[in-house]
């Protein structure tokens, strides 16, 4: 069983997970491998609300971490966290939009959210892993 205190480290782990399987999945359909590409993305989803379900456990039992670095790193880090925090706020309405039209094979509207979907979602899971690296590893 995980201590609260190791959720940070679980966390920037299923983010990283995140990033190779919306990466994988993109790859697949520009290869018009659809099936892959639709359990890349099911998996994606499926490890990013795990994510989300261990930061509100973190959260609710921890709460926030402080950044205590100064000078150019902490304003490197608080742009960082500032976009990540936006960015992922938009990305669960978006991916459940993205996956809906995806699962009903409505690919035309599918593959316009997507555009903005896939970046947004990779950008979020892989600032997530930076964000954790420096709050927790530097």
Do not use: K
């Not at 069983?1 to 990033?19: C, F, H, K, R, S």
């Not at 205590?68 to 669960?92: C, D, K, P, W």
Request: with cysteine; net charge positive.
């Amino acid at each position: 069983m995980l201590e609260v205190n190791q959720l940070p480290v679980l966390n920037a782990t299923l983010n990283g997970i995140a990033a190779l399987l919306l990466t994988a999945g993109w790859v697949l359909i520009t290869r018009r491998q659809i099936e892959l590409h639709r359990r890349c993305m099911l998996a994606a989803f499926g490890v990013s609300t795990l994510f989300l379900i261990s930061y509100l456990i973190y959260h609710a039992q921890v709460g926030s971490q402080p950044f205590t670095e100064e000078g150019t790193i902490r304003v490197v880090y608080f742009t960082i966290l500032i976009s990540h925090i936006i960015l992922a706020a938009a990305i669960l309405p978006l991916a459940l939009i993205t996956l809906r039209r995806g699962l009903i094979r409505d690919d035309r509207r599918h593959a316009a959210i997507a555009r903005w979907t896939m970046p947004i979602w990779l950008y979020v899971s892989v600032t997530g892993v930076i964000v954790y690296w420096m709050l927790y590893q530097l």
